[in-house]
C-alpha cells in the first residue's frame, strides 16, 4: 500500500476533505456488489477535472498506492465498483461528467467519463437533435465511456460499442496524457471521423485493460431514421430456436438485418417484471415447472422470444420485413412486427379493457413495447434490470425502475458472458452445458444470446441468487466457477469477465498474457493503476 496516510493528506490539500473520503461508511458503499465477494477499498477520491485527476496520479506515484479508476461504479454482474483486491483506492470520475462537443452534421459526441445513458439521451431530445445514442439495458445512471471501455453491447445497428469510439484522451500512470488516432496532431480535423491515423492503433490497448485512464472519448451516433418498427418472434419449443438462428444468420451476414437481435430465453423474459415466488414455490429453489408454464401462458411468450428492432424508410422496412418472413418460412415461427402506432392503438385498447384480465396482460406486453421502443431510440431504461432482483428478499424496491440499483439493492447477480458463432447448435450446446450446472446448483437459468455480430452470438447466463443466505451465496459462486470453468474447456471464452475471474484467463504458457505484462510493465512499471485487473498472474 506504500504510504496510504501521506498520499491522502496529499489528495486532501488537492482536491479537499470532501473530496477524499475514508470513513468505513463509504468504503463499504463502495464495497457493495452483486459478486458473492466484494472488496473494501482504502479510500474513495472524486476529481472532477482532468487536471486534478492528473494530480491525483501524480500522488500516487510519489506514495507508491495504487488506484482503482471507475467510470461510475455501475459494473453490476462484473464486479460492480469494486477492486480486483482489497485495499486499492478507488477514483470515481463520476464528477467528469461533461459533454464536450456533439457534432450534428457528421453525427458524433465527445464525452468525459462520468457521462451517463441518461443525460446524453436527454440532452438529444432537449436539444431537438437528429441523432440516437445506442445504449444497453443497464439503465440511465450507468456510464458510456465505462461500458464502451468493457467493449459492452447495445442495440441498434451501433450495437457493437467499441467500433463506433472515434479517438481518445488517455492519462497514464506518470502524468503524460496521449491522443489516440489522428488527435495527437495539432491541426488534424479528423480525429471525429476516421479511427485511425498513421502507426500502430493504440485504441484497444485501453479497453478492458489497466494501462491508462481514459479522460474523454469520441463516440460515433447514429442518425435519426424515418421509421422503426420492432421485430418479436415467439419460439414455442426450446430445440426450434436452432433454427431460427440459422434462418436469420445469412439477412445478419448479408446486411439485410442491420441492429443487435436478443433471443431470451422464457425465465430471462418473465424475470422483467416478476420476481421468484416464494410463497408459491415452497421449498423449491427453482421455479417449479407448472408455474413457470403457466407465467409463460399468462405472458404470452414460448420458450424463447427474439427480439430486435429495423431501421430505415418506410421503403426499407416492407423489404426486411419481406426478408424476414421468407426466410423464418419453414421454421414454424412466425414473426411479428410492431410499428409505433400499433403500440398507441394497443394502448388505447387496453385503457378501454380496465382492470379485465385481458387488460392486464396486454397492458404488460405494451409496457415490455415501450421499454423496448425507448431503448431503440437510445432511451435508456431501468426496466431490463429487474432480472438482478429475482431472488432478493422484499422484490422489486418500491418506485422500481427510478434509481434502480441492484449493487446498493443487496442483489445477487453473477454475469458469465461466452462469445460463440452465430449457429443454432452452438446456442443448443452452451445453454444444455448451462442449464445442466444451474440445476446441479439449484437456480433458474437466465439466458440471453445476441447476434453481436455477423458471426457470433455473445451469450450472458445469469446467476441470481439471495445474498442474504450465506449458502446460497456460496452455492452461486460454485455455480458460477463450475460454469466459467466448463465454457473454457469447451472453447467459448467470455468476451467479458467479472472479477472474481481474471486470473482463471491465463491457461499457463501464453504469450499473449505475457506481451499483456511487458506492456504494463512499460507503461506503468510502478503498478499503480489497478493491479490485478485484466492482468492474471502467471500460472506454472
Not at 267 to 295: C, K, M, N, T, Y
Not at 386 to 415: K, T, V
Request: hydrophobic share 40%.
Amino acid at each position: 500500500m506504500g504510504d496510504l496516510v501521506q498520499a491522502l493528506a496529499a489528495w486532501r490539500a488537492q482536491l479537499g476533505s470532501a473530496r477524499v473520503l475514508d470513513s468505513m461508511a463509504t468504503r463499504q458503499a463502495y464495497a457493495s456488489s452483486t459478486a458473492a465477494r466484494a472488496t473494501l477499498p482504502a479510500a474513495v477520491l472524486l476529481p472532477h477535472n482532468e487536471d486534478e485527476l492528473r494530480q491525483v496520479l501524480q500522488v500516487a506515484l510519489a506514495c507508491a498506492t495504487p488506484l482503482y479508476p471507475v467510470s461510475c461504479g455501475h459494473n453490476w454482474g462484473y464486479g460492480d465498483a469494486c477492486a480486483p483486491s482489497a485495499g486499492q483506492v478507488v477514483v470515481d470520475l463520476s464528477g467528469m461528467r461533461r459533454i464536450l462537443e456533439v457534432n450534428t452534421e457528421l453525427a458524433y459526441a465527445v464525452l468525459e467519463p462520468g457521462v451517463t445513458q441518461g443525460q446524453l439521451s436527454r440532452h438529444l431530445r432537449e436539444q431537438r437533435l437528429p441523432l440516437w445514442m445506442d445504449c444497453t439495458g443497464a439503465g440511465p445512471d450507468t456510464s458510456l465511456v465505462g461500458n464502451v471501455l468493457e467493449r459492452g453491447f447495445g442495440h441498434t445497428p451501433y450495437g457493437n460499442r467499441v467500433q463506433t469510439i472515434a479517438g481518445m484522451r488517455v492519462l497514464l500512470a506518470d502524468g503524460s496524457l496521449v491522443e489516440t488516432g489522428f488527435g495527437h496532431f495539432r491541426d488534424a480535423c479528423n480525429a471525429r471521423v476516421f479511427p485511425y491515423g498513421p502507426g500502430p492503433w493504440l485504441d484497444g490497448l485501453f479497453t478492458q485493460s489497466n494501462f491508462g485512464i481514459v479522460t474523454r472519448l469520441g463516440l460515433w451516433l447514429m442518425p435519426q431514421t424515418q421509421a422503426i418498427n420492432h421485430l418479436l418472434c415467439s419460439v414455442a419449443g426450446h430445440a426450434q430456436i436452432a433454427a431460427v438462428v440459422d434462418a436469420l444468420r445469412p439477412l445478419r451476414l448479408d446486411g439485410t438485418l442491420r441492429s443487435i437481435l436478443h433471443l431470451g430465453n422464457d425465465l430471462r423474459v418473465i424475470s422483467g417484471g416478476r420476481v421468484f415466488p416464494r410463497d408459491l414455490a415452497g421449498e423449491a429453489e427453482r421455479l417449479p415447472e407448472a408455474l413457470r408454464q403457466r407465467w409463460r401462458r399468462e405472458a404470452g411468450i414460448g420458450a424463447w422470444t427474439v427480439s430486435g428492432a429495423l431501421y430505415g424508410s418506410p421503403a426499407q422496412l416492407a423489404a426486411t420485413r419481406r426478408a424476414i418472413r421468407q426466410a423464418l418460412r419453414g421454421t414454424g415461427v412466425r414473426p411479428r412486427f410492431l410499428s409505433e402506432r400499433q403500440l398507441a392503438a394497443g394502448e388505447f385498447a387496453a385503457r378501454l379493457l380496465g382492470g379485465s384480465a385481458a387488460g392486464q396482460r396486454l397492458r404488460a406486453q405494451l409496457a415490455l413495447g415501450r421499454a423496448l421502443f425507448e431503448m431503440n431510440r437510445g432511451i435508456p431504461n431501468g426496466r431490463f434490470l429487474a432480472g438482478a432482483y429475482w431472488r432478493r428478499r422484499g422484490g422489486l424496491p418500491a418506485g422500481f425502475p427510478e434509481g434502480a440499483d441492484p449493487a446498493r439493492d443487496n442483489c445477487g447477480m453473477m454475469w458469465v458472458s461466452p462469445v460463440l458463432p452465430l449457429r443454432g447448435a452452438d446456442l443448443l450446446r452452451v445453454y444444455g452445458m448451462a442449464e445442466a450446472i444451474f440445476q446441479r446448483h439449484r437456480f433458474d437459468l437466465f439466458a440471453t444470446f445476441s447476434m453481436i455480430s455477423e458471426r457470433a452470438l455473445g451469450g450472458v447466463l445469469t446467476i441470481a441468487y439471495d445474498k442474504e443466505d450465506g449458502a446460497e451465496s456460496a452455492r452461486a459462486q460454485a455455480c458460477y466457477d463450475e460454469l466459467f470453468g466448463r465454457l473454457m474447456q469447451a472453447g467459448y471464452i467470455p468476451y467479458r469477465v467479472g472479477l472474481q475471474s481474471m486470473d482463471a484467463l491465463d491457461n499457463g504458457n501464453d504469450s499473449y498474457w505475457d506481451l499483456v505484462r511487458r506492456l504494463k510493465a512499460a507503461l506503468d512499471p510502478a503498478g499503480i493503476l489497478a493491479p490485478g485487473r485484466y492482468q492474471p498472474r502467471r500460472r506454472p
